[in-house]
């Protein structure tokens, strides 16, 4: 089977392939802009996102909003992450967490699939935010961000590492898992 995965962002198309490629499943990128709400939450985004597509689009499709979410800062910059991450980048979120202690983060991801109706996927993943980027692998805040329990930072893991235990690897492990339940 083809998954559309409507997104502007190439490395997560390329952590979708990796991990639906041994399920048979080929992911393909469709590029459509879509309104991003101002919302409280990744899930209210994603909906909004899903339903305002869904009148455009004819196959099924899924999309990805994720966000970083930092203990030190409220959970900024959560739903504003894309934004923050264009404007501040990395090195400006660390110095916005210069002298600060902690370091506790994570990242959360919603998986949305649209089929005629909406069913949504999450993953969380635990971690911390380090001094200074660190690998040049992966996308976005993967140099700065650090799963607990591990030494390597998201940018220093291959595609297929990260997978394993990342918020996005989780969300499209649960959505792999409905999918088989779902379709004959
Ligand atoms: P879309 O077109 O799919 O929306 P985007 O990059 O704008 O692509 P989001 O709206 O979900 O994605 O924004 C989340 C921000 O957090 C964005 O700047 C990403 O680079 C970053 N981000 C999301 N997932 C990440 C991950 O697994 N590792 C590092 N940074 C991530
Ligand atoms: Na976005």
Redesign the pocket.
């Known amino acids: 089977m083809r998954l559309a995965f ?4 190439p ?2 198309v390329e ?1 979708a392939r990796k991990y639906f490629e041994p399920l048979g499943v080929e992911v393909y990128q469709l590029r459509v802009e879509y309104p ?1 709400i101002q919302a409280e939450t ?1 899930e209210e ?1 994603a909906l909004f ?1 899903l339903e305002w597509l869904s009148r455009k689009l004819k196959e099924p499709f899924f ?6 979410f930092v203990e030190a800062l409220g959970g900024f ?1 959560g739903v504003y ?6 404007t501040l980048g990395n090195e400006g979120l660390l110095k916005l967490l210069e002298g600060v202690e902690n370091r506790k983060a994570y ?1 959360k ?1 919603v998986v949305a699939y649209w089929d005629g109706e909406a069913h949504l996927f999450t993953g969380v993943v635990h971690g911390e935010i380090i001094h200074e980027k660190r690998g040049d692998m ?5 140099p700065i ?1 650090r799963p607990s329990g591990f030494e390597k930072t ?1 940018a220093e893991m291959t595609t297929i590492e ?1 997978n394993r235990i ?3 690897g989780q969300a499209l492990k649960a959505f792999s898992e409905w999918l088989k339940e779902n379709l004959k």
């Not at 992450?81 to 264009?86: D, G, I, L, M, T």
């Not at 992966?138 to 993967?142: K, L, R, S, T």
């Open positions: 409507i997104t502007s962002n490395g997560k952590e991003e990744l985004v996102g999309l990805d909003d994720s966000g970083l910059p992450s894309a934004y923050v991450y264009k990242f991801s992966g996308f976005g805040f993967d961000f998201f990260k990342s918020h996005r």
